[in-house]
């Protein structure tokens, strides 16, 4: 038995806006509003926005393999540090995730590690070579509930088409890696004038809509639900705009270094901001933004890449994508859309909560009794400047270095359990 | 490090040699030389004009000047490169700079040291400038965040290559001998015009090039297929774009040919060396659409016969071998600017 009460909070969820109240949680599950009582743990939410904890569909955990990015223990208290209560970590580990066992083995040791949830992705083909499928429903019954080849474009459509055909009939998630490799070639940036400026090879955002328009056709073909991932550009969002109007059954997801960096961010040469599919212009940043408060977007998605400060210093050309974010998002979104009236609280909220959960097909997040007691507490108002040295992430550089931000979530609780404190 | 640093001067460490008539100014208050962003046209033109009296020097008897005495250069190249190294190692000898040349070849680059660990190395001994090329972009701009030595850009990827835009300026400014319009000090090349031909999309020098001659208030015109010419440069301001080699000839007052790389072939970016001769070479006959007194530059190697006509590289509006001569005095320049100048 363990009762928890989250005190004097200001209660949303995707139902509404309920107003101050306490909120008891019994056992891992939400019990009722005011109920009064002997608790065990009290969370002072004093002021402060209560709501369910946040889904990411798009997480590198880098575990197994890579630990010294990042490891199971330290994403999943970084999640749960960025408000995060269940995550879905992609497959591009050493080894890949393309076999049961190792599905088994996350979802076993990411039990005892307590923080976020996890809920693993599987890769779409062996070694993500893009060759030959992974046996998808073993994966499934190990606990996948994605699979995805992210990080690396499928290149073969047929390949693709089958893994659809198999995802549909087993119902998973088809989550893409939009790119057209031969397209992207060997960019590392933004393809434009910036690019050409600094004399980086660019990837041009037509790499992303010709690529983004093959996995909407592929989706439509075989009925599988596909997640179209990170969508930066807005020729590939008017793509994925036009496959949903004609009915494709494709869902698409934002990231927050996409929403608030552009290309001239790389003008000093850092591969901070080396990530892909690469930052865009600002008039793409602006398209995205606009495009939030539409049905297009579906949710928001960290793709949070952390990497070794070492690979990070290398030079443009070698060092690897991937920015380290999940610990900022919400904060860096809610200051920059929310506080700055570009978009309404409740929509931010649905982007990290229903949104997500819609696309995987699972429950909306409640409050309401007997809903999973996944739930996060968030300061609205304090503003603190970003201090990557204090990251649960093992990747403590980050483009936002020092950004005074507000929306830092104060605790986070997952089944019941505090999963963070500030 | 796996990688060969050879001490090419007898070590004279500043504490046991007199120093050069101007104090060495303390390490923090040195400027880098990356590609022109916060360069102002004065200082550009104040370096030419010091480079010329550097040319002075390199008419003596004898080539040497104490200016640099008890400075240490170290060139660190990590792309293969002979001429430009040889060219700041002459301009830093003259000066009597100490010289440490790191050159690390291809192979030990694969071994993966980092950049910011092979500078740590380096550091230890003691340069006060880094002369540095690389295959990547914005190494030299990276290695700024790293050390307070000064850094001058030896050329980085597709990215920049600014002593070699310096010297063709220089090159353009003494060939045909001019002197800033009046009332128009700041922008000593108005009225001029450079035609850049060939492979633009890879090329350091064209980049370089655009950056200085346009802030100098010159037209720059950019001219090669349209695969080598991205569309996107035309954005730059005093920058246009053709693919007519006639259109870019016209009226220039220099026209630069870029080496073509064979690779580009291979790459899918061109159908064959013999369709680019046939619409790109740059020849006697192309020029005659140029002013009358226009020279002709490369910054080699050149492929006879490919990008250039044999009969215009050795012909009278060549100064491509002036180009490499004005190239030790302009990294003299450079070199003591950024050392012991003002600016």
Redesign the interface.
């Given at each position: 038995m363990s009762r928890v009460v989250v005190r004097g909070g200001d209660l949303r969820d995707g139902a509404g806006h309920h107003g101050r109240h306490d909120l008891y949680l019994l056992d891992g599950t939400i019990e009722g509003l005011d109920l009064g009582g002997r608790v065990d743990l009290e969370v002072d939410a004093e002021g402060n926005l209560v709501t369910p904890a946040f889904l990411d569909l798009h997480a590198h955990l880098r575990d197994p393999g890579q630990e010294v990015k990042e490891d199971l223990a330290s994403g999943l208290a970084a999640a749960a540090a960025g408000g995060f209560g269940t995550v879905v970590s992609m497959a591009n580990t050493a080894p890949v995730v393309d076999d049961p066992g190792i599905v088994a083995d996350l979802v076993s040791r990411s039990r005892a590690i307590g923080k976020a949830r996890l809920r693993p992705a599987a890769a779409l083909s062996r070694g993500m070579r893009g060759e030959q499928l992974t046996d998808l429903s073993a994966l499934k019954r190990a606990g996948a509930v994605m699979i995805t080849d992210d990080g690396v474009p499928v290149a073969d459509g047929r390949l693709m088409r089958s893994a659809c055909e198999y995802a549909a009939e087993l119902g998973l998630v088809v989550q893409t890696h939009s790119e057209d490799p031969s397209l992207r070639a060997d960019g590392v940036m933004n393809?434009?004038?910036v690019?050409?400026?600094?004399?980086?090879?660019g990837n041009p955002d037509a790499a992303e809509a010709v690529m983004l328009f093959r996995d909407g056709e592929v989706a439509r073909l075989t009925g599988a639900r596909v997640h179209l991932a990170h969508v930066s550009s807005r020729r590939g969002l008017e793509v994925a705009a036009w496959l949903k109007a004609s009915g494709a059954p494709v869902s698409v997801e934002v990231t927050p270094h996409h929403l608030t960096l552009d290309d001239e961010a790389l003008e000093?040469?850092?591969p901070l901001y080396k990530v892909a599919p690469p930052l865009r212009t600002r008039a793409d940043v602006d398209h995205l933004r606009r495009a939030l408060a539409t049905p297009v977007i579906d949710s928001i998605g960290t793709d949070h890449a952390p990497h070794t400060l070492?690979e990070k210093?290398?030079?443009?050309?070698?060092a690897p994508f991937g920015i380290g974010n999940i610990e900022v998002a919400f904060p860096l979104l809610y200051t920059e859309l929310v506080a700055a009236g570009v978009l309404p609280l409740e929509r931010l909220l649905w982007l990290l909560q229903d949104g997500p959960a819609r696309v995987m097909g699972w429950g909306a997040p409640r409050l309401d009794s007997g809903h999973p007691a996944d739930v996060v507490v968030i300061d609205l108002e304090a503003v603190a400047a970003v201090d990557g040295g204090k990251f649960a992430s093992k990747a403590k550089h980050t483009p936002w270095q020092g950004a005074e931000l507000s929306g830092w979530p104060v605790a986070t609780l997952v089944r019941g359990e505090l999963a963070f404190t500030r | 490090m796996g990688t060969a640093a050879a001490v090419s001067t007898a070590a004279v460490t500043q504490e046991t040699s007199p120093v050069s008539t101007t104090p060495k100014p303390a390490r923090h208050t040195r400027r880098h030389l990356i590609d022109f962003q916060g360069w102002q046209p004065d200082e550009l033109m104040a370096l030419l004009d010091t480079a010329d009296v550097m040319a002075q020097v390199l008419t003596r008897t004898i080539k040497k000047v104490p200016a640099l005495q008890g400075f240490t250069v170290a060139t660190l190249f990590f792309e293969d490169s002979t001429r430009t190294r040889l060219s700041f190692e002459r301009a830093a000898r003259a000066q009597s700079a100490d010289v440490i040349a790191f050159a690390a070849g291809s192979s030990s680059l694969k071994k993966g040291e980092?950049?910011?660990d092979t500078l740590r190395t380096l550091e230890q001994l003691q340069a006060d400038l880094y002369v540095v090329r690389?295959?990547?972009?914005?190494?030299p701009?990276?290695l700024t965040r790293w050390t307070d030595a000064a850094v001058v850009n030896a050329g980085?990827?597709?990215?920049?290559h600014p002593t070699q835009a310096l010297l063709d300026a220089y090159t353009f400014r003494s060939a045909l001998a001019i002197k800033p319009p009046e009332g128009a000090p700041l922008a000593p090349f108005t009225g001029r015009r450079l035609a850049i031909v060939g492979d633009i999309e890879h090329s350091?020098v064209a980049?370089s090039n655009v950056e200085l001659f346009t802030k100098l208030g010159a037209e720059v015109v950019l001219c090669g297929p349209a695969t080598l010419l991205?569309r996107?440069?035309a954005?730059?301001p005093g920058v246009t774009i053709t693919h007519s080699l006639e259109a870019a000839v016209e009226g220039a007052d220099a026209v630069m040919a870029l080496r073509l790389q064979r690779e580009r072939m291979s790459s899918a970016l061109l159908p064959s060396e013999a369709e680019y001769v046939a619409r790109y070479q740059l020849t006697e006959r192309a020029m005659r659409l140029a002013k009358d007194h226009a020279i002709v530059m490369h910054p080699g190697p050149i492929n006879r016969d490919v990008e250039i006509s044999s009969d215009l590289a050795d012909g009278p509006r060549s100064v491509i071998e002036q180009q490499v001569a004005n190239g030790v005095s302009v990294r003299m320049a450079v070199l003591y600017t950024l050392l012991v100048g003002k600016r």
């Open positions: 393809e434009g004038v690019s050409q400026r600094l004399g980086l090879p000093g040469f850092d070492a210093q290398r030079d443009m050309l070698s | 980092g950049i910011k690389h295959p990547a972009a914005g190494v701009r990276q980085d990827g597709r990215h920049a350091r980049r991205p996107e440069l954005q730059l």
